[in-house]
């Protein structure tokens, strides 16, 4: 199982980026697929997540409003759309894919199976 994560970059705030995740090796169409970022000394938080069903989402209070995460089960990909950023959401950002039989919505880490490589976000001021 491979996720290749692409599309981060430099940005001023304000803002946006879309991020996208490539799937490969295995059913995506049954998996709940989620957003995670990382900055060096911290945990990897949940940002957004986006359950087999493409209507049903959940986002962290810090992005709800700003952040859109969608998926293309043709395609086996699935993106954020990032608007309005902030500094704050500066990080490696981290596209996963859930286990079979997860609790909705997956918000921790545990609840992933497989990760992307991670794409690097920077927002300046």
């Known amino acids: 199982v491979q996720l290749q994560a692409s599309g981060g970059g430099l940005v001023q705030a304000g803002g946006s980026l879309r991020l996208s995740c490539a799937v490969s090796?295995?059913?995506?169409?049954?998996?709940?697929m989620g957003w995670f970022r990382q900055v060096p000394g911290q945990e990897r938080e949940f940002v957004a997540t986006i359950g087999v069903d493409t209507g049903t989402t959940a986002y962290s209070n810090s992005v709800q409003g700003r952040f859109t995460i969608s998926r293309d089960n043709a395609k086996n990909t699935v993106s954020l759309q990032m608007n309005n950023l902030n500094t704050g959401d500066t990080a490696v950002y981290y596209c996963?894919?859930?286990?079979?039989?997860?609790?909705?919505?997956?918000?921790?880490?545990?609840?992933?199976?497989?990760w992307g490589q991670g794409t690097l976000v920077t927002v300046s001021s």
């Open positions: 996963g894919a859930s286990n079979f039989k997860v609790r909705w919505p997956p918000t921790t880490v545990g609840a992933y199976a497989y």
């Open positions: 090796g295995r059913s995506f169409n049954s998996a709940a």
